[in-house]
């Protein structure tokens, strides 16, 4: 009886260790099934257990990461993300921004909050070797200054879609430079139309805006399709130190065949022979502005 009141207590104690693995077990996770839930690779993910951003504990021999832990440091970071699940950063983001963050709520670019800071050495401190905001210290800089003002709202993602248009995108569609439609947003009489705003480091109008910048004037409208092919050609053409008879047509805005009579004239100087002839680009660009009038 005394061996089988034995046997049924180890039975009970090995049932009772088994439980509480158990549990400790519904608590953790394995390493491979914390790598899989972050999408990364095994260095990486090894990398951040040494790292101790959250508890690991042996079960079984084998090192597994408590879960609580875990949830608690995926909530203050905002490097990793989950493959599917919650954004990162929740209980970071409620005390803190980052850079960009406050760049968008004001529509400039982050690098003039970076100068900003800097100048007037205000507080921040760093997760992941990146710099962050306390929300506080934000406000009280704000109310500080009127360099800077708020956004009315910020763009979803959605809508920066559907309803904005970026610049240099509606500078292609007009067929002048970046530089010069930024100009125009910003100095030109167009200026209360064409309201250009900034989020995530680049430069965006309201489609209902460059429209309406469109319905306004004449002098600058859409270009065909066939034309901006010619221009982006043109641009091309440019870099180059010598050219065909063909891209020298393109250039000048004439057939190749009154290029050939040109060059049996000898308005200007080639190289090679037969169909590999060759024109110096700066040379003949030099000769076409000389002789403008009769070009045209």
């Known amino acids: 009886m005394e061996i089988i009141r034995d046997a049924q207590t180890i039975k009970t104690r090995m049932e009772q260790f088994q439980a509480s693995q158990d549990l400790r077990q519904r608590k953790t996770m394995s390493v ?3 790598r899989k839930l972050l999408g990364l690779k095994k260095t990486e993910s090894y990398w951040l257990v040494h790292r101790n951003f959250f508890k690991t504990e042996m079960i079984s021999g084998q090192m597994r990461v408590d879960l609580e832990s875990f949830e ?4 203050n970071q905002v490097k990793h993300r989950k493959v599917n699940g919650e954004e990162p950063g929740i209980e970071l983001k409620k005390t803190s921004y980052s850079f960009r963050e406050v760049a ?23 997760v992941d ?11 009280k800089w704000y109310r500080s200054q009127n360099k800077f003002q708020k956004l009315d709202r910020i763009p979803t993602a959605e809508e920066l879609g559907s309803e904005y248009i970026l610049v240099c995108d509606a500078a292609e569609l007009l067929g002048i430079s970046y530089d010069e439609l930024v100009r125009l947003s910003k100095y030109g ?25 469109l319905n306004a004037q004449n002098e600058y409208q859409l270009i065909s399709r066939i034309e ?11 870099k180059k130190e010598y050219i065909s ?16 009579k040109w060059i049996q004239a000898d308005k200007f100087s080639c190289v090679g022979a037969g169909k590999v002839l ?19």
């Open 32 to 34: 491979p099934e914390m």
């Open 72 to 75: 608690r440091w995926y909530a």
């Open 104 to 126: 968008n709520l004001l529509g400039v670019h982050d690098a003039d909050i970076y100068v900003a800071w800097k100048e007037n050495g205000l507080e921040t401190f760093t």
């Open 129 to 139: 070797y990146v710099k962050r905001i306390p929300k506080d210290v934000f406000e």
């Open 189 to 213: 009489k167009y200026k209360c139309i064409l309201k250009m705003i900034v989020f995530e480091n680049k430069k965006w109008f309201l489609k209902k805006d460059f429209q309406n910048f």
């Open 228 to 238: 901006k092919d010619r221009m982006d050609r043109k641009i091309q053409l440019e």
């Open 245 to 260: 008879r063909e891209e020298a047509a393109v250039v000048a805005g004439v057939t190749k065949s009154t290029i050939t």
């Open 278 to 296: 060759r024109i110096k680009r700066d040379d003949f660009l030099q000769w076409v502005d000389n002789n403008r009038e009769g070009v045209n």
